[in-house]
């Protein structure tokens, strides 16, 4: 699988292909490991992105790709980040509309950038994709704080993945690689997720920061990770 779409011209396309480089080291039939839904909206997500559980009333258990406690130098798939700044006691934020489809009304969304501390602003009540063509504005119960979240500090927002680390708990490891879709026609992925017992390449994993590495009991050595 490529990393981007063939060109409908000639040329060439520089990369490594996706699934082809090695995951375990270990034997991967001894690893634990159960199948899962992974939610829609997120485009391609790559083998060996930690993932965490939607824990949302609606979330029904599907899982979205974890956001690292530091910010990464790269656009973070488990984000929607923030086309306008978010408004100091606001109650809707305004992003892509392509990531609009990364939520649905009665998720519970976060947000949070790179300055000011997480926070959870309840249930989303409304999505407007109609008003315009090139962002959407999302609806919240809680209004955010008397500090404003802004683009300067890459602010983004996300659906409730977890209770601590803002609010994105690690809850195990994708083995394969899946297209989610990204916006209206989106549908979500079935895909494997990796519990424990085995030992994967460091340089593999996708958002695997210390705190994700402490909750799935893991360790590294060298280039390599072992995950009880």
Avoid: W
Wanted: charge should be negative; include cysteine.
């Amino acid at each position: 699988m490529p990393r981007e779409t063939p060109f409908d011209i000639p040329g060439v396309q520089y990369g490594e292909q996706l699934d082809y480089a090695k995951l375990y080291y270990s034997d991967h039939m001894a690893a634990l490991r159960v199948p899962v839904t992974l939610k829609s909206g997120y485009g391609l997500v790559l083998s060996g992105q930690v993932l965490a559980a939607d824990l949302s009333a609606g979330g029904n258990g599907l899982l979205v790709p974890y956001n690292p406690t530091v910010f990464p130098a790269s656009i973070d798939p488990g984000r929607a980040y923030l086309v306008t700044d978010g408004a100091a006691l606001g109650t809707t934020v305004y992003v892509t509309m392509d990531d609009s489809y990364k939520f649905a009304v009665g998720d519970d969304i976060i947000i949070n950038d790179n300055v000011t501390g997480a926070e959870n602003l309840g249930a989303i009540t409304a999505i407007d994709r109609a008003t315009e063509t090139h962002r959407a504005m999302i609806s919240f119960t809680t209004a955010v704080g008397a500090t404003a979240f802004t683009t300067a500090r890459r602010a983004y927002v996300s659906v409730e993945a977890g209770t601590a680390n803002n609010y994105s708990d690690a809850v195990g490891i994708l083995e394969k690689t899946v297209n989610t879709g990204i916006g209206s026609k989106s549908k979500g992925a079935v895909s494997t997720l990796i519990l424990g017992n085995c030992v994967l390449y460091r340089g593999m994993l996708v958002n695997l920061d210390a705190v994700a590495l402490a909750a799935l009991s893991g360790a590294t050595f060298g280039q390599y990770v072992y995950i009880r």
